[in-house]
């Protein structure tokens, strides 16, 4: 099982430091954690190992808690951190095929527990390449996602 500590370097890698684009819709980030999902968060002080605590118990407990497999389970985890979670849930749940409510129950749960998990894989980083192609933005950021997503397809290789 891939640990938090591995897992979280590698979406570290991808988010990056402090940024400030009137583009993205996300305001004001530093280390992936934006001012429009942490309002409360001076995120220009925001420390490494700050972003490390909010993802740990945001994103990765919640995800780990549910998702036995590792190489999905850091999958799941970057869309999460990405996208949020709920969209996060919502690709798993279209690559199983099942309702896409953004809640992981128990039937989700089964489903993913009888699928075959390499096909998972493959179908979860389909849907999160079409929920990028949608995006308005996609034309400013999409080079970086695509980036993102062919390394996200390595780690899954690597996990396998």
């Known amino acids: 099982m891939i640990t938090f500590d591995a897992a979280i370097e590698r979406v570290l890698g991808h988010e990056g430091g402090y940024v400030n684009n009137p583009a993205d819709p996300g305001g004001e980030t530093q280390w992936g954690i934006s001012k429009r999902s942490y309002p409360n968060v001076n995120i220009k002080a925001l420390t490494r190992d700050g ?30 951190i990405n996208h949020g979670m709920d969209n996060a849930v919502r690709f798993l749940q ?17 489903a993913l527990a009888m699928a075959d998990i390499h ?19 996609f034309d400013t950021f999409g080079r970086g996602w695509t980036r993102r997503g062919a390394q996200d397809l390595r780690y899954l290789a690597q996990d396998n």
Request: negative net charge; aromatic residues 12%.
């Open 119 to 137: 096909d998972v894989h493959l179908l979860y980083l389909a849907e999160r390449l079409e929920f990028w192609c949608k995006l308005k933005t």
């Open 51 to 80: 972003a490390k605590q909010l993802y740990k118990s945001d994103f990765w407990d919640p995800v780990a808690s549910k998702i036995e497999d590792s190489a999905l389970v850091f999958q799941v985890l970057d869309a999460a």
């Open 94 to 110: 279209r690559a199983l095929g099942v309702a896409d409510d953004g809640h992981f129950g128990p039937l989700g749960q089964a």
